[in-house]
């Protein structure tokens, strides 16, 4: 008889933990720097088809939801199976595209982004006279004369 209540105590544990039909399961994109695969804490992750993008935690650089609001209103769940597409960006970085396929579970997703090369070296600025470059006559007055 205990073993009959052991069994039930596990079933119905397990029935709780089901997924509801109109729940999606958890993905996490988690976003490194390139070359010191630390966390950038300014990333941001963005679904083509949402309006705003979604700032990762600054502390981990992760992002984590099982759903997201479209701009038509409608949710976009995260089922298994289903293919998501993704932007992640950050200041000073490479913007990266990204196409995840959602499975049942463990859906840990790790971008590294490269850093921008912003270096000014070999660019040469051209002077343009504007027409007005000459030497003024002092003798001609200010300008409220």
Known sequence: MKFLWVM??????????????????????????????????TAKVKHPA?????????????WTESEILLDDGN?????????????????????????????RWRN??????QKMDISTDGIEIPIVPMGGDGVRDPSGGGGGN
């Open 8 to 41: 039930l105590a596990f079933a119905s544990d397990a029935e709780a933990k089901k997924r509801k039909k109109d729940e999606g399961v958890k993905v996490s994109i988690i976003v490194l720097d390139f070359d010191t695969s630390k966390p950038v804490a």
């Open 50 to 62: 949402e309006e705003m993008p979604h700032r990762v935690n600054q502390a981990n650089g992760t």
């Open 75 to 103: 949710q976009l769940h995260f089922t298994p199976g289903s293919s998501l597409e993704f932007e992640v960006s950050a200041p000073g970085y490479v913007t990266q595209h990204i196409r995840y396929d959602v499975k």
């Open 108 to 113: 840990n997703v790790q971008i590294k982004l």
